[in-house]
């Protein structure tokens, strides 16, 4: 059916424009002829196609390009007086003797615009004749169209200051031509929204679309009149756009509305914008309710803030016209008149208003915060954002200070901006806060006092605890994890040079990651210990400056603090993680001399490990920590010392697996020598640690013959002689070369068994062992004597 | 035949928004220029009498929307067209990448009769603009661009100074008339004109 319709339309229009050819072949024999009769005759028949009420807006505008070509030729003959002798006030009148109306005007418009070129009557009155004329087809699409064939003809002649047509340059001729073309365009305007009037209603669709096809037609007259240099600033101010916001406003209808005031911001020049802003905004409250006024606004503050950045040097015009309060005025005046706008519309006009002040007044961050404020107003009272949209705009709207300014710490100077996140739903919080966490570090902002980091950990707070306990569960598990890491790294932009203020800091972002939950601790708590580890090495490098008992500020408060916090990872549980952090404080009180503080951070660090670490891969890993920590501290005395190297020694020979037991024991080895100055040196239990770990070895060997047949590789014996050496070379009485040499030999008996696993790298480990002796014994000197006694 | 020959010339002005359409007629034309932009609606043209080998003919330069919801009605006023001009903006790229759909769009919606030979001509506007520091598009690029497309001439102007406007045009007009008088041979002599030379009635009786 539609498909029909739309066949017949292009059999009609295919007839239109075959009969339009005909006549115009006609035509133009009698052109050639100079046979005016004939022309004027074929002219008007050329011209009645256009009478057809056939066609769609789009086909009829084919059909009358094809007449409107036709009619340059006959306007041309007409202007040349010599081949028709017709004098154009006559010709004005002879054409008065077309049947049809229609062709009648287009032929009365042809000649009156030639009439106009001639000079021969003031262009005033043929104007207003003409545009009176028109006024006699009152069918919307033909008359449209005639009218806008008017509008295009008179268009070079029309009075305008510096024209030719310009008779006595005085203001009232330019009047003439803004009153025609604004007297047309009311009529026009009128036709354009009486077509919505027209027809059954089920056609309504198809008619609106025609209407929005029409559209440019009327439009046009708005871009005649910006053209004109007669319509200077005042006479836009104080006339033009008065009289067309009086016309938009009055027609009442909806998509006439829109697009006209698209048309009035789009044609008319920036500074005219500017310099009317109250009379073109004082008309948006009284559009229909339905008119999307926010795309009218945006469009409007889009143009002003682009000519803002183009010419910097109108700036001061802007404050001089006040346009941001204006606008803002404006805004709230929309909202308030158009009371079922949902409630994105507002945020959007709320976020074209702001882009609009980022672009024009980066300074004002008072305007800011009034835009924030404001919208805090509209979402007062409602409840939860749930409208997608809605909440998508807010993110832009709280994003746009933050990519503006690149710079957080001026996002936490505006009191509105918690209060707008306040009406976010949680996911919408947890997708600013990572906005924020993002622009924090892209750049590398750094947050320097307790006061922001409370509203900053205010703002973020998404991501800190658990809004509901519903949504807890529902986070992809990698999301989460980068939204903790997140966190993470923002706490380490917190910093402030002064030790006290620092502290204050910690204490605040403890105070927020203490609420996060088993879940979040593991990745908050690690950084806020190291961040308060850095203030205490910070502390301990100026102990000189630091006067009085009174000051709170000592590492010995700081530990007491982190001790508590870590004990709560212990508890998520997260053992491990907290054994690793203890370990990390231990040997910051050992930097700090504070005895009691590391022993007993050792405790809790044992106490640990014996109550909460089962996984014997856990146990491996978490006392080579403990050995490597211990091995490390100065601080203790002979008696702390004893008991916890004592107790690590001990928890290394009772690990599972042998490997790992001869291992650990083998690395205790360490604890009893310290390769420094005042470092304990005791021989003795070195080598007791070392048999210890051969035994261990050797058992290793033995079981692994039993269970499989086959006994492992040499490695382990080939790790203590290594040790073996090491202690050797700095000078442990107790390791002699005898010893070095028997276990050479044995692992060089092992390798050769059968029951032994070849293994290429753990031959290759013993070979090159060997090799570093004969190295050490060629080397000559006090170390080759050493080594002298043993042959390899 | 004197009349045969022809008189009106249509020039069609193409280009993204704002690279200075408007103003590039009105230099031409009324040697007049603002600054300010003002979006074009619909389709707009003025005349200038130019004069050529002795002979005198109308150019009709048509001025067009740059922005696609100006231009509700489409583009039928293409056709007929002797000559189209494509102008971008030398301090955006953007308008120089989308000549390419300026000059197919105009192929395919005013499809001349010989589409290989039709007359473009190609101005690269506003190189007053920061003293010609801001620009983007070289030279050298458009000039490979209008090579490729069949040698179209190439003209640098600035319609605010008023630098190649006249010159553009007079290669634009010439470019027209010769377009315009290939034109002519394929007019028929003669049509057949005896099947229904009435006109029809249709509509209303206005």
Known sequence: MLLNVIEDEEKWLAEGIASVQQNALFMHRALDANNLRDALKYSAQMLSELRTSKLSPHKYYELYMRAFDEMRKLEMFFKDESRHGVSVVDLYELVHHAGNILPRLYLLCTVGSVYMKTKEAPPKDVLKDLVEMCKGVQHPVRGLFLRSYLVQVSRDKLPDIGAEYERDRDESSVMDAIEFVLQNFVEMNKLWVRLHHQGPGQDRDKREKERSELRDLVGKNLHILGQLDGVDLEMYRENVLPRVLEQVVNCKDEPAQYYLMDCIIQVFPDEYHLQSLETLLAACPHLQPSVDVKTVLSQLMDRLSNYASTCPDVIPEFLQVEAFAKLSSAISKVIEAQVDMPIVGAITLYVSLLTFTLRVHPDRLDYVDQILGACVKKLAGKPRLEDKRATKQIVLLLSAPLEKYNDIVTALTLSNYPRVMDHLDNETIKVMAMVIIQTIMKNSTCISTADKVEVLFELIKGLIKDLDVTTADELDKEDFEEEQNSVARLINMLYNDDPEEMLQIIYTVRKHVMNGGPTRLPFTVPPLVFSALTLIRRLQAQDGDVVGEEVPTTPKAIFQLLNQTIETLAVVPSPELALRLFLQCAEAANDCELEPVAYEFFTQAYVLYEEEIADSKAQVTAIHLITGTLQRMQVFGVENRDTLTHKATGYSAKLLKKPDQCRAVYACSHLFWVDDQDGVKDGERVLLCLKRALRIANAAQQMANAARGSSGPVTLFVEILNKYLYFFEKGNPQITSNMIQDLVELITEEMQSDSVTADPASDAFFASTLRYIRFQKQKGGSMGEKFDSISV | ?206
Request: glycine share 8%; net charge negative; aromatic share 10%.
């Open chain 2, 1 to 206: 035949m004197p009349s045969r020959r022809r008189t009106l010339l249509k020039v069609i002005i193409l280009g993204d928004s704002g690279v200075g359409k408007t103003s590039l007629m009105n230099q031409y034309v009324n040697k007049k220029f603002s600054n300010q932009y003002k979006a074009t609606i619909g389709a707009d043209f003025l005349t200038k009498e130019v004069q050529f080998e002795d002979r005198l003919f109308t150019l009709q330069i048509w001025d067009t929307a740059g922005q696609e919801r100006f231009q509700s009605l489409g583009v039928a006023f293409y056709r007929g067209a002797d000559c189209c001009v494509l102008v971008y903006d030398v301090n955006s790229m953007k308008s120089f990448d989308n000549l390419n759909n300026w000059r197919e769009e105009f192929l395919i919606q005013a499809s001349p009769s010989d589409p290989e030979n039709f007359p473009f001509v190609v101005l690269g506007n506003k190189i007053d603009v920061d003293g010609g520091n801001s620009r983007v598009v070289s030279e050298k690029k458009a000039r490979a661009w209008c090579a490729s497309k069949g040698n179209i001439p190439y003209f640098e102007t600035s319609a605010k100074e008023g630098i190649n406007v006249e010159e553009a045009f007079q290669v634009i007009a010439k470019d027209a008339l010769k377009s315009g008088e290939e034109e002519e041979i394929y007019l028929p002599d003669t049509i057949d004109v005896g099947s229904s030379s009435q006109p029809r009635s249709s509509g209303c009786e206005c």
